[in-house]
């Protein structure tokens, strides 16, 4: 109820028809909110709105690696009302709660973890591009769908739709792509078992609140693909050990 009558943080989330979190990078910072049990309060924004409430807002997207201002908008973005704080991109985040709420502590960066957020990216990225991506428009609203479906195929090129990568054995070859991908991560994922479930053993890191995200937005989205990850190993050890702080989905 605290979190809900008295937030330190509004939350800006993606809207779907289920009412919950299936963001993969909202899931990264909630899972940090609820683990540092900060409070907060989420608002969720259809996809078509998120540009215009956020230049609302006067969020500043930042600039790239290069310096240059970026030019699109997104979530997860932070309102930190104690300081009128306003912050968009889940790393840039990440860092300011971990400054601003210190205690319990979450390891932002290690070697492993970069390694497995490295190759989580290349390789289950792969996965759900062709997995995930064409099921999420079933949990959104009409105007969601229209414009996830213009902007994505609009990536896909060659007047691809969005079902054309579920076809003709596409979706298959992926995973059969990824299979070898997904031992390699499996096994870091595992390099500290004997210590405990997370990556770095005993106590999470943010690399598990990156794993864990990723599956539990798999999950929200389609069951089948949530535990077809979770077959190999190491994944579902991560996502057990982090349950708890999925529990608050809102």
């Given amino acids: 109820m605290v979190a809900e009558a008295d937030p330190d943080i509004i939350l800006y989330d ?6 919950i979190c299936f963001s993969p990078a909202v ?3 909630r899972l940090m909110l609820n683990y ?3 409070p907060y309060r989420t608002i969720f924004v259809e996809f078509p709105d998120i540009e215009s409430t956020l230049k609302k807002l006067g969020v500043d ?5 290069s310096g240059q201002k970026h030019t699109f908008y997104s979530v997860p973005t932070i309102q930190h009302l104690p300081t009128n704080t306003l912050l968009m991109d889940s790393s840039r985040i990440g860092h300011f709660l971990e400054t601003t709420y210190p205690d319990p502590p979450i390891p932002l960066v290690s070697p492993l973890g970069v390694q497995v957020e490295n190759h989580s990216r290349l390789v289950i990225g792969s996965v759900f591009r062709t997995s995930i991506m064409p099921r999420e428009i079933h949990i959104l609203s009409p105007r969601s769908q229209e414009h996830f479906r213009r902007t994505r195929e609009a990536r896909l ?7 054309d990568l579920l076809g003709e054995g596409k979706e298959e070859r992926s995973w059969e792509a990824a299979e070898e991908g997904m031992q ?3 096994e870091l994922l595992l390099t500290n078992a004997a210590e405990g479930p997370f990556v770095l053993g005993a106590t999470p890191s943010y690399t598990d609140f990156f794993v864990a995200g990723s599956l539990e937005a798999a999950r929200v989205v389609d069951n089948g693909v949530f535990e077809r990850v979770c077959g190999f190993p190491g994944f579902r050890e991560v996502y057990d050990g982090c349950a708890a702080w999925m529990e608050r989905k809102d």
Avoid: H, S, Y
């Fill in 14 to 19: 993606l809207a779907c028809t289920k009412k």
């Fill in 36 to 38: 540092k049990k900060i």
């Fill in 27 to 29: 899931w990264r910072i």
């Fill in 157 to 163: 090129g060659d007047g691809q739709r969005l079902e």
């Fill in 184 to 186: 390699m991560i499996g």
């Fill in 61 to 65: 997207p930042g600039t790239n690696q």
